[in-house]
C-alpha cells in the first residue's frame, strides 16, 4: 500500500500537470467512483465497469505518488 | 581508566563468539553491516513470499483458469476474463456486494459513533471507571463462534432475551418478529451483533486518542472562555480524527472479510439477503469448487480493498500534517 510520501524529486522540466498532488486526487477520484459503481444498488452495467475503473484508478495512484511534487 | 568486571551481557556475547565454529565466524567477519542486516531479515522477507506474496501472485494466475481444485487430474485451460466478465455480470453477485455495502456501512457508522461516545465519557475519570472499561470491553475478547452462537439463543423469537426486550419497549409480542428469519430484519441482525462485538475496539483506539490530547490546550481554551462545544468541535474532534481515522481503517477492511459471525448467525440467509461477499466467496470455492471462478472473485474483492485503503492512508496523512 502507497503511503503517499513518495520521495519528492526535483522539479526540473517536469510538466506541471503531472505534479503529483493533481494526478493523486485524479487517480483517487477514479478509485471513489470505482468502488461507489461496485457497491450501488441501482444499474447493473454501472457494476459491470466498477472493476476495471477500479483498476485503472489503483494502478494509476501506485505509479504517481512516485511523481515530484 | 578503571578495569570494571564483565556483565552478563558481554559474558554471554563472549560464550557465543567462543561457541561459533572458526570457519563461520571468519566468514561472518568479511561482511559489511548491510549484509549482515540482510541475514537478519531474510528469513522474515521469506516467510512472507512465501505465505503472502506467492499465493496472491497464483490467485491472479489461478484467476485466469477453469481450474478446480477437487479435480486435480482434469485439464486446466486458459479462459482469459471470462472469469471476470461472468461475476461483474452476474446478479447474485451484485446482490452479495449490495449485502456487503450494507453491513460495512452500518456497522462502521455506529461502531464510530458509540465508540467515540463511550470514549468521550470514559475518558472523563469518574468513580469505578476502570472497571467499567473492563467490563465495556469484554464482547471483543470473545471468539465470534461464541457470540454468533449466544446471539443465535439471544435471537430466538420464543425465548430470546432480544425479542423480549424490544416487546418491553415497543408493547408488540414477543414471537410476532424474527431477527433471523424475517428478509427485512436479518441484515439489522448482523448489523447489531457486530456493533457489539467490536465497538469496544473502536472506543479503545477513541480513548488512546483523548488521552493523547494535552492538557493545557483545554487549559488555555479555559481561558479564553471557550466553551464546551466549542473545545469539542475546536480541539477534541480534530485533535482525535486521526485515531477514528485509523479505527474505521482497521474496521472497514475487516468488515469486508466478516465471515464467520454472519455463518454462525445466519449462514447467508433467509434466501441470500445476509449472503456478504466472502461467504459467497467460500461457497463458490470450497461447495461449487471453481477455484478458478473464485481466485477472480478474490482478486475483484482485493483491489477494491486496496484501492480504497490508498484512498484512506492518503486522508489519514492529510489529517496528521494539519
Known sequence: MSTGTGQSQPEGKWPKLLRRGIMENLATLIIAAGFIMLFQPFTLILYTYSFVTLLVGTVMFIIVSKFPE | MPNNPPSILDRSADKAAALTPARMSRSIKGLSDRAVAWWFIAPTIILLLAINIFPL?????????NYRANRLNAEVKDVGLRNYERILTDPDIWQAMQ???????????????????????IDRKFRGHAFWTTVILIPMMLSPAVVGNFWRFLYQPQIGLFNYIVTFFTGAEPSSFQMLGSVDLAPWAIVIVDTWMWTPYVMLICLAGLRSIPDYIYEAAEVDRASN??????????MALPFIMLAVLFRGIENFKMFDMVMLLTGGGPGSTTEVASITLKREAFEKWRTGYSSAFAIILFVAVFGLANIYVKALNRVKQR
Open chain 2, 57 to 65: 501472485i497464483w490467485a491472479v494466475k489461478l484467476s485466469f483458469t
Open chain 2, 99 to 121: 449485502a456487503t455495502a450494507h453491513f460495512v456501512f452500518w456497522t462502521i457508522l455506529l461502531q464510530t459513533l458509540i465508540g467515540f461516545a463511550l470514549a468521550y465519557l
Open chain 2, 229 to 238: 462545544w466549542r473545545r469539542f468541535w475546536s480541539i477534541t474532534l480534530p
